[in-house]
């Protein structure tokens, strides 16, 4: 039996509660007790990042400094020539413990791990090494890309899907890379697999206006009307971006109970737009241009502001369930992301003495988090009553060294 004692933590509600005690036996909440004095500490539950690259680490601060006239489509260039050099599973694994590393820095406990690379077991022991819970999300790509990102068709994918070996605290799950790289028939085929093994669906849906422009031209619907029709759309299925929306594509994804995905700082990067979240928030870092999910939750408030000349469409509760609950439930560990008896034991521990939190009364800590706090607020990670980072330090990664030396290779 491991005790933590928190002088704050939030249980779901609007304030959190203060004086909270957490029992943890066997890697699950055994009990929560709350009223009883602590250490200086808020606690929150382990963050899901919904949508993670993890080799576009790489790119950090090479693509972001935007040339003139740069898009979506001329960053994707410099993806794709990093991903030709990526051909090493030794180099990715490093690549990824790494990045990982620096995801459980930030209080991330669990990563959807989005993976058009296909360097499947490299992913998933990068994971366990960084000591963060994974949802392999092995995406289907049959046209365009690059060769090392295609499979034959839907049967190939299968195939080499259904023989991952996850283990502990790793979980499999589908993923339709976008309609551009998957047609409607392979679509239903990957919506059905995952369907008869209860795997939760993700796919790019409507992240540009080009994007909607081709698939309506060459399907005569838009790639949210191209998922639903393939059956890929229900409460299993996250979209990913949906920021150019039709009315008719946020009420399919409403009704069917999906998640939206939003990685608002990839989407700023790349100048996608700023989307309204038709359906269940997550959030992704998506192409790693920063690692804090703090940033990426108020934005989706902040953007909207600047957006509609409208403060408040969404509560720091709400945004920190996005960051939380949604985002375990979307990855296929419902019941996850909360602090509740019989929950996995999986906290964070923010620091309230730092320079950015300090001063916020108890009654306003949580919007001081969700609207100042960064990554490095984190000082204690739990994973599975597991701690994997301590006073602000990852117990087994040098995540900065690793950092360093593996991208510095691969950027000579
Ligand atoms: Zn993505």
Redesign the pocket.
């Known amino acids: 039996m491991t005790t933590f004692w928190c002088e704050l933590a939030w249980l779901g509600g609007d304030e959190p509660e203060p004086g909270v005690v957490i029992e943890i036996e066997g890697g699950e909440i055994a009990s929560v007790g709350s009223g009883i004095g602590a250490p200086p500490a808020g606690v929150i539950p382990g963050l899901a990042n919904a949508?993670s690259?993890a080799f576009q680490r790489a790119l950090r601060g090479r693509t972001e400094g935007a040339t003139r006239d740069g898009s979506f489509w001329t960053w994707r260039e410099q993806m794709y020539a990093l991903a030709e050099r990526l051909t090493d599973p030794e180099t990715m694994r490093r690549l990824a413990r790494a990045t990982f590393g620096e995801m459980a820095l930030a209080g991330i406990t669990l990563v959807g791990e989005?993976d058009y690379v296909h360097h499947s077991s490299a992913m998933i022991e990068a994971a366990r090494e960084a000591g963060i819970r994974m949802t392999l999300l092995d995406a289907c790509y049959l046209e365009g890309g690059l060769p090392s990102f295609r499979d034959r068709d839907a049967g190939a994918w299968a195939e080499r899907v259904g023989a991952i070996e996850a283990g502990d605290g790793v979980r499999i799950g589908a993923a339709i890379h976008s309609v551009r790289a998957v047609d409607p028939r392979s679509a239903a085929a990957v919506a059905r697999f995952a369907a008869e093994r209860g795997w939760v669906v993700h796919a790019?849906v409507s992240e540009q206006v080009r994007e909607n422009e081709e698939c309506v031209a060459r399907y005569g619907a838009t790639p949210t009307g191209v998922m639903a029709a393939a059956g890929a759309v229900s409460d299993r299925f996250t979209a990913?971006?949906a920021t150019h929306m039709t009315d008719e594509d946020a009420a399919a994804l409403l009704d069917a109970g999906a998640f939206v995905c939003m990685?608002p700082t990839?989407e700023r990067d790349l100048a996608d737009g700023i989307g309204t979240v038709p359906g269940r928030l997550t959030l992704?870092s998506?192409?790693q241009s920063v690692i804090d999910l703090f940033e990426e939750a108020r934005a989706v408030e902040l953007d909207q502001r600047l957006a509609t000349g409208i403060r408040g469409r969404w509560s720091a509760a709400e945004l920190l369930t996005g960051a939380t609950a949604n985002g375990y439930e979307s990855l296929g560990w419902p019941g996850g992301g909360v602090i509740r008896r019989g929950a996995p034991a999986d906290l964070v521990a923010v620091r309230r003495t730092g320079v950015r939190l300090a001063g916020a009364p108890a009654s306003d800590a949580l919007p001081a988090l969700v609207f100042a706090g960064t990554a490095p607020d984190v000082s204690d990670v739990v994973v599975g009553g597991r701690v994997i980072v301590r006073d602000g330090t990852h117990v087994s990664v040098d995540v900065v060294g690793e950092l360093q030396a593996v991208i510095g290779e691969l950027s000579r």
């Open positions: 949508h690259h989005f790019h990913v971006h990685c990839t992704g998506d192409s």
